[in-house]
């Protein structure tokens, strides 16, 4: 069976997005930027909902991120947190 997203799929970059080789640089989660990109767009890009993100981005962001784990795009972390800068996402 096919598997079914409702984010893109987190290997599919789009001009904006924030790289995930940065994500040592910005003390974030690979996981929880390719996230990111996936919520972003023109009127809202990738930096500033890494910076800002309004409380209906944040749950989107969470819900990518819950996605990306459970297709195992990412490998799920023992202790389920995941780095945002100085902020992190429990899951």
Request: hydrophobic content about 40%; some cysteine.
């Amino acid at each position: 069976m096919d598997k079914i997203r409702n984010y893109r799929d987190p290997k599919i970059t789009t001009p904006g997005d924030i790289p995930l080789s940065e994500a040592g640089k910005l003390k974030t989660h690979p996981a929880v930027i390719a996230a990111i990109n996936a919520v972003a767009s023109e009127r809202r890009p990738a930096r500033v909902l890494f910076q800002a993100p309004t409380g209906t981005e944040c749950d989107h962001i969470v819900m990518a991120l819950e996605e990306y784990i459970h297709f195992k795009d990412f490998e799920a972390t023992e202790d389920g947190v995941y780095q945002w800068g100085a902020d992190e996402i429990r899951i």
